[in-house]
């Protein structure tokens, strides 16, 4: 797949341990600068910050999730208290996804894009499609 395009691409997994492979992969086969992390969230472990760092992956999606789904702040404090993180992991090129659960958390979701961007300048966006996922029409 590398050879036909050279495009960035993702590595995402649900399991860290499968990411972090994937990155050192990324890395022994001169791939790292082409890898968008997907994702850093306040779940992350100190393991796969190390390994971003490790093997030199430039860019990396923040995730601002939070059990508090309501409020666009908690989503800005998600970036006041990651992306500190990830620079330090070597990742200069955030992403910010302020993630959507469902209909109601629209609203804040865009709010904080607009608030997010507005203060840090970083790239923002939601995937609002996650929102109609969640309907049992």
Do not use: Q
Not at 91 to 112: E, G, Q, W, Y
């Amino acid at each position: 797949m590398a050879g036909i395009t050279d495009r960035p691409f993702l590595i995402d997994s649900a399991s860290p341990a499968v990411k972090i492979a994937a990155i050192d992969y990324a890395k022994e086969t001169g791939l790292e600068k082409r890898i968008i992390y997907n994702s850093i969230s306040v779940e992350t472990k100190e393991d796969e910050f190390l390994a971003l760092k490790r093997n030199g992956i430039e860019a990396g999606i923040l995730l601002t999730y939070t059990k508090d789904l309501m409020r666009s702040r908690a989503r800005e404090e998600m970036v006041e208290i990651l992306a500190p993180k990830m620079e330090e992991a070597g990742i200069t090129k955030i992403l910010v996804d302020t993630f959507v659960m469902d209909v109601p958390c629209l609203t804040p979701s865009n709010k904080a894009t607009l608030e997010i961007k507005s203060h840090t300048g970083l790239p923002c966006g939601t995937a609002a499609h996650n929102a109609i996922s969640t309907w049992n029409g």
